[in-house]
């Protein structure tokens, strides 16, 4: 059985294979003359694909996203995504010890709790950017003081934005058939579109043939 690091693996593997496979379609027209320099393209990301990159981006330490890091710290785990009213929700487990720093030693509490998260999702360069991030709902009222601590912890707010490079997905490839070897350079993202099963990125990149 595979462990859940080399399935997430594997989904990433697999969501490189689609955009590289749109890319070099788009790169076939291109030779034959039928795209200009300017290449317009759309990805269309689904929620299990959206959750692998996510979790590749985001919960990159050790399974972990650090809202706050140090002796006093909070961290997301074991996180779930969905989408929902025009905004990525990620449901996951909350770990923290929040309170003074005193020495070397955080003088406060340890509080764990499953919350929900979410942000937008808006386009910029070659990054999607997950803006306006905030705490929606914790497990139950009680536990309603870690937002407030955490809040406190990080300067009166959550990370106000975060950054998913998509410009890695699109690796140097083979076109089928031939020797030529296709990069893609210079992503703009145009447009980033949350539905309520995928989001939709709208971008121009360019493309070299070698």
């Not at 076939?28 to 590749?56: K, Y």
């Not at 536990?143 to 407030?148: L, P």
Request: aromatic residues 4%; hydrophobic residues 40%; proline residues 3%.
């Amino acid at each position: 059985m595979r462990s859940e690091s080399e399935w997430l693996d594997g989904k990433e593997a697999a969501l490189r294979r689609r955009f590289r496979r749109r890319v070099l379609f788009i790169t076939c027209l291109g030779l034959c003359g039928l795209v200009g320099p300017a290449v317009a393209s759309e990805l269309v990301i689904g929620r299990e694909a959206l959750q692998t990159v996510l979790v590749a981006s985001l919960f990159k330490d050790q399974g972990r996203w650090y809202l706050t890091k140090g002796k006093c710290y909070a961290y997301l785990e074991r996180p779930h995504v969905a989408l929902e009213a025009a905004r990525v929700i990620i449901d996951a487990h909350l770990s923290s010890r929040l309170g003074l720093m005193v020495g070397d030693s955080c003088v406060g509490t340890e509080l764990a709790s499953d919350v929900r998260v979410s942000g937008k999702l808006v386009g910029s360069g070659t990054h999607i950017e997950i803006d306006d991030i905030r705490i929606d709902n914790v497990q139950d009222e009680s536990t309603r003081k870690i937002v407030d601590l955490l809040q406190s912890a990080t300067g009166g707010s959550l990370p106000k934005s975060e950054n998913i490079d998509l410009l890695p997905l699109l690796k140097p490839a083979i076109v089928p058939g031939t020797d030529i070897k296709v990069s893609a350079s210079n992503l703009a993202i145009a447009n980033v579109t949350t539905r309520a099963d995928s989001v939709d990125v709208e971008f121009e990149v360019k493309l070299t043939a070698r």
